[in-house]
Protein backbone atom coordinates (compact mmCIF):
# COMPACT_ATOMS: atom_id res chain seq x y z
CA UNK A 1 0.00 0.00 0.00
CA UNK A 2 1.16 3.10 -0.56
CA UNK A 3 1.87 5.83 1.88
CA UNK A 4 0.81 9.11 0.46
CA UNK A 5 2.01 12.46 2.00
CA UNK A 6 -1.59 13.52 4.13
CA UNK A 7 -1.30 16.88 2.98
CA UNK A 8 -0.06 16.64 -0.06
CA UNK A 9 -1.31 12.95 -1.56
CA UNK A 10 1.77 12.62 -3.33
CA UNK A 11 3.81 9.72 -3.08
CA UNK A 12 7.19 9.51 -1.42
CA UNK A 13 10.51 9.17 -3.23
CA UNK A 14 14.15 8.80 -1.99
CA UNK A 15 16.81 9.27 -4.49
CA UNK A 16 19.67 7.72 -3.88
CA UNK A 17 23.42 9.04 -5.30
CA UNK A 18 27.20 8.82 -4.93
CA UNK A 19 30.09 10.84 -5.65
CA UNK A 20 30.20 9.22 -8.96
CA UNK A 21 27.95 11.12 -10.82
CA UNK A 22 26.62 14.55 -11.75
CA UNK A 23 23.19 14.11 -9.96
CA UNK A 24 21.51 14.69 -13.69
CA UNK A 25 19.25 11.76 -12.88
CA UNK A 26 18.22 13.21 -9.74
CA UNK A 27 17.94 16.77 -11.77
CA UNK A 28 15.66 15.44 -13.98
CA UNK A 29 13.51 14.34 -11.78
CA UNK A 30 13.35 17.54 -9.19
CA UNK A 31 12.38 19.18 -12.65
CA UNK A 32 9.48 17.09 -13.56
CA UNK A 33 8.53 17.09 -9.76
CA UNK A 34 8.71 20.91 -9.70
CA UNK A 35 6.50 21.39 -13.63
CA UNK A 36 4.18 18.96 -11.45
CA UNK A 37 4.07 16.34 -14.21
CA UNK A 38 4.62 13.94 -11.74
CA UNK A 39 2.50 13.06 -8.52
CA UNK A 40 5.19 12.92 -6.26
CA UNK A 41 7.69 14.33 -3.87
CA UNK A 42 11.49 13.59 -3.05
CA UNK A 43 11.76 13.00 0.79
CA UNK A 44 15.38 12.93 0.79
CA UNK A 45 18.43 12.69 -1.47
CA UNK A 46 21.16 10.10 0.22
CA UNK A 47 24.26 9.61 -0.60
CA UNK A 48 27.43 7.61 0.89
CA UNK A 49 29.52 10.64 0.45
CA UNK A 50 29.28 13.91 1.26
CA UNK A 51 30.93 15.42 -1.75
CA UNK A 52 28.04 13.93 -4.06
CA UNK A 53 27.94 16.23 -6.70
CA UNK A 54 24.02 15.65 -6.54
CA UNK A 55 24.02 16.66 -2.77
CA UNK A 56 24.92 20.73 -4.08
CA UNK A 57 21.18 19.89 -6.74
CA UNK A 58 19.36 19.04 -3.53
CA UNK A 59 20.24 21.83 -1.28
CA UNK A 60 19.68 24.32 -4.20
CA UNK A 61 15.91 23.02 -4.06
CA UNK A 62 16.24 22.34 -0.19
CA UNK A 63 15.41 19.06 -0.07
CA UNK A 64 16.31 16.91 2.72
CA UNK A 65 19.57 15.52 2.74
CA UNK A 66 21.26 12.57 4.38
CA UNK A 67 24.63 10.95 4.39
CA UNK A 68 24.61 6.80 4.72
CA UNK A 69 28.57 5.75 5.05
CA UNK A 70 27.92 2.49 5.55
CA UNK A 71 25.54 -0.24 3.66
CA UNK A 72 24.11 -1.54 6.82
CA UNK A 73 22.80 2.15 7.98
CA UNK A 74 20.62 1.90 4.89
CA UNK A 75 17.86 -0.03 5.79
CA UNK A 76 17.08 1.64 9.23
CA UNK A 77 17.06 5.32 7.48
CA UNK A 78 14.94 4.36 4.59
CA UNK A 79 12.44 2.68 7.09
CA UNK A 80 12.19 6.46 8.76
CA UNK A 81 11.72 7.95 5.83
CA UNK A 82 8.34 5.88 5.21
CA UNK A 83 9.46 6.36 1.36
CA UNK A 84 7.37 4.89 -1.13
CA UNK A 85 9.53 4.15 -3.88
CA UNK A 86 13.72 4.43 -3.99
CA UNK A 87 15.36 5.56 -6.97
CA UNK A 88 19.13 4.37 -7.61
CA UNK A 89 21.01 7.45 -9.32
CA UNK A 90 24.39 6.30 -9.18
CA UNK A 91 24.23 4.75 -6.03
CA UNK A 92 27.49 2.81 -5.50
CA UNK A 93 27.16 1.00 -2.62
CA UNK A 94 25.77 -2.54 -2.39
CA UNK A 95 22.30 -3.23 -1.60
CA UNK A 96 21.79 -5.82 1.05
CA UNK A 97 19.41 -8.57 0.69
CA UNK A 98 17.15 -7.15 3.50
CA UNK A 99 16.82 -3.82 2.01
CA UNK A 100 15.13 -5.31 -1.07
CA UNK A 101 13.24 -7.68 0.91
CA UNK A 102 11.57 -4.81 2.87
CA UNK A 103 11.03 -3.15 -0.35
CA UNK A 104 9.47 -5.51 -2.97
CA UNK A 105 9.11 -3.71 -6.23
CA UNK A 106 10.02 -0.93 -4.51
CA UNK A 107 13.44 -0.09 -5.51
CA UNK A 108 14.46 1.05 -9.16
CA UNK A 109 17.48 0.74 -10.25
CA UNK A 110 19.05 1.77 -13.66
CA UNK A 111 21.59 -0.84 -15.44
CA UNK A 112 23.68 0.72 -18.54
CA UNK A 113 22.65 -2.79 -20.73
CA UNK A 114 19.42 -4.15 -22.39
CA UNK A 115 17.48 -6.57 -19.27
CA UNK A 116 15.56 -9.13 -20.55
CA UNK A 117 12.11 -9.93 -19.54
CA UNK A 118 12.85 -13.71 -18.33
CA UNK A 119 16.47 -15.09 -16.86
CA UNK A 120 16.99 -16.35 -20.41
CA UNK A 121 15.71 -14.42 -22.24
CA UNK A 122 16.67 -11.45 -25.16
CA UNK A 123 15.90 -8.13 -25.96
CA UNK A 124 16.09 -6.73 -29.40
CA UNK A 125 17.35 -3.80 -30.87
CA UNK A 126 15.16 -1.62 -32.93
CA UNK A 127 17.38 -2.84 -36.19
CA UNK A 128 16.11 -6.56 -34.85
CA UNK A 129 19.96 -7.69 -33.99
CA UNK A 130 20.36 -8.99 -30.31
CA UNK A 131 21.00 -6.17 -27.14
CA UNK A 132 23.83 -6.55 -24.82
CA UNK A 133 22.70 -7.50 -21.18
CA UNK A 134 26.05 -6.48 -19.51
CA UNK A 135 24.91 -8.40 -16.41
CA UNK A 136 27.44 -7.35 -13.63
CA UNK A 137 29.02 -4.46 -15.39
CA UNK A 138 29.52 -0.51 -14.12
CA UNK A 139 28.37 2.31 -16.64
CA UNK A 140 32.37 2.84 -17.96
CA UNK A 141 32.71 -1.19 -18.86
CA UNK A 142 29.18 -1.37 -20.10
CA UNK A 143 29.37 1.69 -22.59
CA UNK A 144 33.32 0.21 -24.01
CA UNK A 145 31.44 -3.10 -24.35
CA UNK A 146 29.06 -1.91 -26.34
CA UNK A 147 31.74 -0.27 -28.79
CA UNK A 148 34.03 -3.22 -28.48
CA UNK A 149 31.26 -6.16 -29.57
CA UNK A 150 30.38 -3.75 -32.26
CA UNK A 151 26.75 -3.63 -31.28
CA UNK A 152 24.58 -1.07 -33.21
CA UNK A 153 23.02 0.66 -30.32
CA UNK A 154 23.37 0.74 -27.07
CA UNK A 155 21.04 0.75 -24.33
CA UNK A 156 19.97 0.57 -20.57
CA UNK A 157 16.83 -0.67 -18.46
CA UNK A 158 15.32 0.86 -15.48
CA UNK A 159 14.07 -2.22 -13.57
CA UNK A 160 13.24 -3.44 -10.20
CA UNK A 161 15.60 -4.32 -7.97
CA UNK A 162 15.59 -8.09 -6.88
CA UNK A 163 17.78 -10.81 -5.06
CA UNK A 164 18.83 -11.91 -8.50
CA UNK A 165 21.45 -10.01 -9.72
CA UNK A 166 21.36 -7.13 -12.75
CA UNK A 167 17.39 -8.82 -13.37
CA UNK A 168 14.28 -7.81 -12.26
CA UNK A 169 10.81 -6.88 -13.78
CA UNK A 170 11.44 -4.10 -16.25
CA UNK A 171 9.64 -0.42 -16.22
CA UNK A 172 11.10 0.42 -19.57
CA UNK A 173 14.07 0.71 -21.95
CA UNK A 174 15.86 2.94 -24.26
CA UNK A 175 17.95 2.61 -27.16
CA UNK A 176 20.94 4.47 -28.69
CA UNK A 177 22.12 3.82 -31.88
CA UNK A 178 25.85 3.66 -31.93
CA UNK A 179 27.61 6.23 -34.69
CA UNK A 180 30.83 5.14 -36.73
CA UNK A 181 32.99 7.28 -34.92
CA UNK A 182 31.70 7.07 -31.64
CA UNK A 183 33.92 7.08 -28.29
CA UNK A 184 32.95 5.87 -24.76
CA UNK A 185 32.52 9.64 -23.87
CA UNK A 186 30.39 10.56 -26.78
CA UNK A 187 28.62 7.67 -26.94
CA UNK A 188 27.75 7.47 -22.93
CA UNK A 189 26.55 11.61 -23.16
CA UNK A 190 23.94 10.63 -25.72
CA UNK A 191 23.32 8.06 -23.62
CA UNK A 192 22.97 9.79 -20.49
CA UNK A 193 20.19 12.54 -21.94
CA UNK A 194 17.71 9.06 -22.92
CA UNK A 195 18.39 7.55 -19.23
CA UNK A 196 17.46 11.02 -18.16
CA UNK A 197 14.53 10.86 -19.90
CA UNK A 198 13.35 7.39 -19.61
CA UNK A 199 13.53 7.89 -15.63
CA UNK A 200 10.78 10.37 -15.69
CA UNK A 201 8.92 8.48 -17.98
CA UNK A 202 9.15 5.61 -15.73
CA UNK A 203 8.10 7.70 -12.44
CA UNK A 204 5.27 9.40 -14.67
CA UNK A 205 3.99 5.76 -15.18
CA UNK A 206 4.04 4.82 -11.79
CA UNK A 207 2.66 7.48 -10.30
CA UNK A 208 0.05 8.48 -12.72
CA UNK A 209 -3.20 7.01 -10.64
CA UNK A 210 -1.92 8.53 -7.47
Not at 6 to 18: G, R
Not at 115 to 142: C, F, H, Q, R, Y
Not at 146 to 157: N, Q, R
Request: charged share 25%; proline share 3%.
Amino acid sequence: MFRKNNQTNKLKVAILISNAGTGTNLQAIIDVIRERKINAEICAVISDKDDALGLERARKHNLKVEICPTKEALLSLLQTLNTDYICLAGWKQIILDEVILAFPNKILNLHPGLIPDTINGTVENPDGTSALWNKGMLTTKAVAKFLEEKASYAGSSIHFLTLNFDFGPVLGRTFVKIEENDNVESLYARLKKKENELYVDVLKELTKNV
